[in-house]
């Protein structure tokens, strides 16, 4: 009933009355919860956090984050709370702390992460030529044609991959290009997603500004 409730409340844009639901429902099923009903204690923990998130209160929000995060369970239910730790954490300034926390979601997932350091040219470089070789002979139709992706761990890494573009450019402008780099290969060889529009237009612009080849971009 609870859990019903704070949707209702969020779907009408009420977090303040979403969040105290959510809460209720968490406490009410206990620290059996878990056990005893295990999707609807996911969804009150998970659900919880956007709402405290979306509300500023990051104490509470935290708790939930943490009821989720020490479980042993599948990395993929724990995306939700995980995609909310890296916006929060970027909210309240500690960039680097978001950084790490979405280069760690993505190991866990199985997917490559960049290293946390600055980028040197030649690795740079490497890493652009891979994607011209997958790029060589395609055209911006043959791009729009490519199929929907449809695997759900690389979509959940595609995601994190948004978020580090914006994170990364803060702390290590030379990790940008890298992550870059790896939404475009994940476009090219899985399928696209709605990240791959930014993650396209972001090569572009990599084209046009620091390797100076305006007319690929």
């Known amino acids: 009933m609870n859990l019903r409730a ?18 209720a429902g ?7 919860g ?7 204690m996911l969804d009150l923990c998970s659900d919880g956090a956007n709402a405290c ?5 990051f104490d509470t929000m935290n708790e939930f984050l943490d009821e989720v995060l020490c479980k042993d369970i599948d990395t993929k239910e724990k995306y939700r709370v995980s995609e ?13 702390e978001s950084i790490n926390a979405a280069l760690d979601f993505r190991r866990q997932l199985g997917i490559p992460a ?3 350091k600055a980028a040197s040219k030649f690795t740079i470089i490497r890493e652009f030529i891979r994607v011209k070789k997958l790029l060589k002979g395609k055209t911006a139709e043959d ?25 990364v450019y803060l702390v290590e402008p030379t990790m940008l290009p890298l992550v870059i780099f790896q939404s475009v290969t994940t476009s090219l060889k899985h399928g696209v997603s709605p990240t791959s529009s930014p993650a396209f237009a972001r090569l572009g612009l990599l084209l046009c500004g620091p ?6 971009g």
């Open 6 to 23: 704070g949707v209702k409340a969020s779907e009408n844009a009420a977090f303040d009355t979403a969040k105290v639901y959510f809460k």
């Open 26 to 32: 968490r406490e009410a099923l206990g620290s059996r």
């Open 34 to 40: 878990w056990e005893g009903d295990y999707s609807t």
């Open 53 to 57: 998130f979306l509300t500023g209160d």
């Open 84 to 96: 909310i730790k890296v916006k929060s954490l970027l909210t309240v300034g500690k960039v680097n």
């Open 114 to 116: 960049p290293q946390k």
């Open 143 to 167: 791009i729009a044609n490519l199929p929907d992706l449809d695997d759900e761990l690389y979509e959940m890494g595609q995601r994190m991959n948004e978020h580090l573009a914006t994170s």
């Open 211 to 216: 390797f100076g080849k305006p007319h690929e």
